[in-house]
């Protein structure tokens, strides 16, 4: 299986124009059955790097999905974390702030979620949040109670992507490597999602009224999703634009995504040393008889 993750990767400090960015591409596999081989495969490659991960406790990896309703985020944690230690992993996710919430700066919340060394930690929507929907919706950003000389329109924006920047830079700095999602849906796939959440009564539960509300935003989305991915695409952090359509073929380009970043990190489980080992040595003895 031939995958270049580098294609999808938004190059830090360039202008993004999604409709440069394809909502579907050539897919990786040629049956279901195969889908399912590679997928298997990176599922029981990313558990083994995961225990790895868990055992050497020095880093830490945070998974961001971010996308617009009925882009597949849920299926695709599930799907590519199936195999995963639930031990090892945490999944978050983020809706409507709460009053409690709103009484803090507009990462506080997801803050207090990050993962603890040797572990992953995945946000399914996070502070991103914060320069999109309230950015489509500025009453949100109204209720957060900000001092009116911090709210020029000029400049909320560029000073939240810069403490976003400068917070997974300090990140970076502590051992956690962070990695965000776009899963890129074209309008009329998203239409036809929505339209098989309503016609199948198995899935009648994830759909939403507001669901259909939104999509008369689309435009004011991908005007915010292109400057947040502009602006916050780093070397430390990066973005990447998964085409989302195919969901099997989105499925696949995380995986791999995921495995080529934890593949990078200076990894091996703890060495013991002469104590250690002769300490365990009496022990198998003891049992042995």
């Known amino acids: 299986m031939k995958i270049q993750p580098k294609k999808f990767r938004v190059p830090a400090g360039t202008r993004v124009r999604l409709e440069a960015w394809p909502t579907v591409t050539k897919p990786l596999y040629r049956s279901k059955s195969q889908y399912r081989e590679?997928?298997?495969?990176?599922?029981?490659?990313?558990?083994?790097?995961?225990?790895?991960?868990?055992?050497?406790?020095?880093?830490?990896?945070?998974?961001?999905?971010?996308?617009m309703d009925a882009a597949g985020k849920d299926g695709a944690i599930r799907h590519v974390m199936s195999g995963v230690n639930p031990q090892g992993c945490q999944v978050f996710s983020f809706k409507h702030p709460s009053e409690t919430?709103?009484?803090?700066?507009?990462?506080?919340?997801?803050?207090?979620?990050?993962?603890?060394?040797?572990?992953?930690?995945?946000?399914?929507?996070?502070?991103?949040?914060?320069?999109?929907?309230?950015?489509?919706?500025?009453?949100?950003?109204?209720?957060?109670?900000l001092?009116?000389?911090?709210?020029?329109?000029?400049?909320?924006?560029?000073?939240?992507?810069?403490s976003i920047r400068d917070f997974e830079k300090h990140l970076t700095r502590n051992g956690t490597r962070v990695v965000k999602f776009f899963l890129h849906l074209s309008p009329e796939e998203q239409r036809r999602r929505l339209l098989e959440r309503i016609d199948d009564p198995q899935k009648n539960w994830k759909f939403s009224l507001s669901d259909?509300?939104?999509?008369?935003?689309?435009?004011?989305?991908?005007?915010?999703?292109?400057?947040?991915?502009?602006?916050?695409?780093?070397?430390?952090?990066?973005?990447?634009?998964?085409?989302a359509d195919d969901k099997e073929n989105a499925r696949l380009l995380i995986s791999r995504i995921i495995l080529d970043t934890l593949e990078t990190l200076n990894m091996s489980y703890p060495r013991l040393g002469p104590k250690r080992k002769r300490e365990l040595l009496s022990i198998r003895k003891q049992l042995a008889r």
Request: proline share 5%; hydrophobic share 35%.
């Open 38 to 67: 590679y997928l298997d495969a990176d599922i029981a490659r990313l558990s083994a790097l995961q225990q790895l991960l868990y055992a050497s406790h020095q880093y830490s990896l945070l998974l961001i999905f971010q996308a």
């Open 101 to 145: 919430e709103l009484e803090h700066d507009f990462m506080w919340r997801t803050t207090r979620c990050l993962p603890e060394r040797g572990r992953i930690g995945i946000f399914n929507r996070s502070y991103y949040e914060e320069v999109l929907i309230v950015r489509v919706h500025p009453e949100l950003l109204r209720s957060e109670q």
């Open 147 to 162: 001092p009116p000389e911090l709210l020029g329109k000029d400049t909320v924006w560029q000073q939240r992507y810069r």
């Open 212 to 243: 259909a509300h939104e999509r008369k935003f689309w435009g004011e989305y991908m005007q915010a999703y292109e400057d947040c991915l502009g602006a916050t695409s780093t070397r430390e952090a990066p973005w990447y634009v998964v085409p």
